[in-house]
Structure formats: structure tokens, C-alpha cells
């Protein structure tokens, strides 16, 4: 009986290990492929202009919402 205890503990240790190193690979992938688009951004890097921001600042308080289907209507 002693035995069987001790197997499954060794299992589960090794598995959790297991587990950890893959979700550490799924996570490095991850950062790596948000650097990636950050920096093949074309806009990466240039800085607004003030019209640009004060429609910003604008919209920030109109707070409404516009659907998806109704930006898809309206440009496709």
C-alpha cells in the first residue's frame, strides 16, 4: 500500500512539473508574439495629433457604444 502512495505521489509531482514547463512555453510564446506585433506595428512609435486627440477625449465621455454589426454596415 505504501507503495501505491508513493507512486502516486512521484506521478502527480511529475506531472505538475510537466505541466508548469508547458504552460511557461505557452506563456513565452505568447509575450514573444505581442513584442512581435507591437513592433511590426507601422504606427509603432509616431505620436497623435491634437485633432486626433481631442476626438479621443471626445468620444471617451460620449460613452456610446457602436455594435460591430453597425461598423461592418456602415464600411462594408
Known amino acids: 500500500m505504501q507503495f501505491v502512495k508513493v ?3 512521484c506521478y502527480i509531482r ?3 512539473t510537466l505541466m508548469i514547463k508547458k504552460m511557461n512555453n505557452h506563456i ?5 508574439s505581442a513584442v512581435f506585433d ?6 509603432f512609435g509616431l505620436t497623435l495629433s491634437a485633432k486626433a486627440k ?10 456610446k457604444i457602436i455594435s460591430f454589426n453597425q461598423i461592418k454596415k456602415k464600411y462594408f
Open 38 to 43: 507591437v513592433f511590426n506595428d507601422p504606427d
Open 54 to 63: 481631442k476626438r479621443l477625449s471626445l468620444s471617451s465621455k460620449n460613452n
Open 28 to 32: 513565452k510564446a505568447l509575450v514573444s
Open 14 to 16: 511529475v506531472m505538475n
Open 7 to 9: 507512486f502516486f505521489f
